[in-house]
């Protein structure tokens, strides 16, 4: 992936909390985001146009424009949109891809970029990564990061339950993808940066940490908080090395071979759990399934529909994903044979751990 975005490093406004979205048109009207309410709002197909509605009286200005699919074209057509007029800023309300579509198309006119986000369903919250589908497989873009990011806890807790709680998997596989980071400096002499690194771990070991659940909402604010922290950490170093690593190249594998088999956070937390096996790191192998299984996520290939078979080939294939990566997958260069063996090496190891 090339250098992402680094124009803005952190945003100049987050909120995370119930009642958070009475606050978005008064930072909208802060000068030094748009002057006169000249803005364009961005929804999906879920509460993104119940929140417009309600911000309409302080908006009169706005408008409304409606995404859906999270794909590229969908991404080039509302940047068509925003040339035909003048805009102060771009307001994306909604879940993951919703707010993918509009990082891109706000960083392509070059406007400044609001989140709302609706759900926590992984760190595309506040990254500088937009995620977007074209010709059927998922690709990553640099883009830049939202100025402001605001989640309302009361979206948050009315969306889908599972869908939040994919965010934990997202978070977790911080730490699968740091020590990635660590071994391509160790064995091909790659730099860490250190700020990048703290803020990724620092959110991850907050949640692997904490005994709330959604239901919970000091748990979500944590949560929230470390999607953020994650967004923040690939903004500081201009890649998404601090929170994609092994990991992640088993998810957008899996996305390739087996597209609509899950979500991004619950593919990333099982492939994060499987290279923390491969890596022989008992201890917070031991952490992270605890918390998968805490949280009802999947930690065997079949939890998400995949057969052992399926999911040996998309961990043949995830290399192949990111091919400038370094990590525990291309360090141990398993074959057809050998990941069979360690997959099921690591079904033994769960059920050890389960027992």
Same mark, same amino acid.
């Given at each position: 992936?090339?250098?992402?975005?680094?124009?803005?490093?952190?945003?100049?406004?987050?909120?995370?909390?119930?009642?958070?979205?009475?606050?978005?048109?008064?930072?909208?009207?802060?000068?030094?985001?748009?002057?006169?309410?000249?803005?364009?709002? &961005?929804?999906?197909?879920?509460?993104?146009?119940?929140?417009?509605?309600?911000?309409?009286?302080?908006?009169?200005?706005?408008?409304?424009?409606?995404?859906?699919?999270?794909?590229?074209?969908?991404?080039?057509?509302?940047?068509? !949109?925003?040339?035909?007029?003048?805009?102060?800023?771009? *307001?994306?309300?909604?879940?993951? !891809?919703?707010?993918? &579509?509009? !990082?891109?198309?706000?960083?392509?006119?070059?406007?400044?970029?609001?989140?709302?986000?609706?759900?926590?369903?992984?760190?595309?919250?506040?990254?500088?990564?937009?995620? /977007?589908?074209?010709?059927?497989? !998922?690709?990553?873009?640099?883009?830049?990061?939202?100025?402001?990011?605001?989640?309302?806890?009361?979206?948050?807790?009315?969306?889908?339950?599972?869908?939040?709680?994919?965010?934990?998997?997202?978070?977790?596989?911080?730490?699968?993808?740091?020590?990635?980071?660590?071994?391509?400096?160790? &064995?091909?002499?790659?730099?860490?940066?250190?700020?990048?690194?703290?803020?990724?771990?620092?959110?991850?070991?907050? *949640?692997?940490?904490?005994?709330?659940?959604?239901?919970?909402?000091?748990?979500?604010?944590?949560?929230?908080?470390?999607?953020?922290?994650?967004?923040?950490?690939?903004?500081?170093?201009?890649?998404?090395?601090?929170?994609?690593?092994?990991?992640?190249?088993?998810?957008?594998?899996?996305?390739?071979?087996?597209?609509?088999?899950?979500?991004?956070?619950? /593919?990333?937390? /099982?492939?994060?759990?499987?290279?923390?096996?491969?890596?022989?790191?008992?201890?917070?192998?031991?952490?992270?399934?605890?918390?998968?299984?805490?949280?009802?996520?999947?930690?065997?290939?079949?939890?998400?529909?995949?057969?052992?078979?399926?999911?040996?080939?998309? &961990?043949?294939?995830?290399?192949?994903?990111?091919?400038?990566?370094?990590?525990?997958?291309?360090?141990?260069?398993?074959?057809?044979?050998?990941?069979?063996?360690?997959?099921?090496?690591?079904?033994?190891?769960?059920?050890?751990?389960?027992?």
């Amino acid at each position: 992936m090339p250098l992402l975005a680094r124009t803005i490093l952190t945003p100049l406004h987050i909120d995370v909390r119930r009642g958070a979205v009475a606050d978005l048109a008064t930072i909208l009207a802060d000068g030094r985001i748009s002057a006169g309410g000249d803005v364009a709002v &961005v929804v999906g197909p879920g509460q993104g146009g119940q929140i417009a509605d309600l911000l309409r009286p302080s908006l009169r200005s706005a408008d409304v424009f409606t995404v859906a699919g999270g794909t590229l074209d969908a991404a080039d057509e509302l940047g068509g !949109k925003l040339r035909e007029r003048s805009y102060d800023a771009v *307001v994306g309300i909604g879940g993951g !891809k919703t707010i993918d &579509v509009a !990082k891109y198309a706000a960083t392509r006119r070059g406007l400044p970029m609001v989140t709302m986000a609706t759900s926590l369903a992984n760190d595309g919250i506040a990254s500088p990564v937009a995620s /977007l589908i074209t010709g059927g497989l !998922k690709g990553s873009y640099g883009v830049h990061i939202p100025i402001a990011v605001i989640v309302d806890l009361d979206f948050v807790a009315a969306g889908p339950d599972q869908h939040n709680r994919a965010g934990i998997g997202d978070v977790i596989s911080n730490i699968s993808a740091l020590a990635d980071w660590e071994l391509a400096r160790q &064995v091909r002499g790659e730099p860490v940066d250190g700020l990048a690194a703290s803020l990724a771990r620092m959110g991850a070991e907050a *949640v692997l940490a904490h005994t709330g659940d959604m239901t919970d909402d000091a748990f979500v604010t944590v949560l929230a908080e470390a999607l953020i922290s994650s967004g923040l950490a690939m903004a500081v170093c201009g890649s998404s090395r601090p929170a994609s690593g092994g990991c992640h190249e088993i998810m957008h594998a899996v996305d390739a071979l087996f597209p609509g088999t899950s979500s991004h956070g619950e /593919l990333a937390g /099982l492939g994060a759990l499987f290279c923390t096996f491969l890596r022989g790191d008992e201890r917070r192998f031991a952490e992270m399934a605890a918390c998968l299984g805490r949280h009802r996520l999947p930690r065997h290939p079949a939890d998400v529909g995949l057969t052992d078979d399926q999911f040996v080939e998309a &961990v043949q294939f995830a290399p192949a994903t990111r091919p400038d990566r370094y990590t525990i997958l291309e360090h141990l260069a398993m074959s057809v044979t050998e990941t069979r063996e360690r997959l099921a090496d690591y079904a033994g190891a769960l059920r050890d751990h389960s027992g």
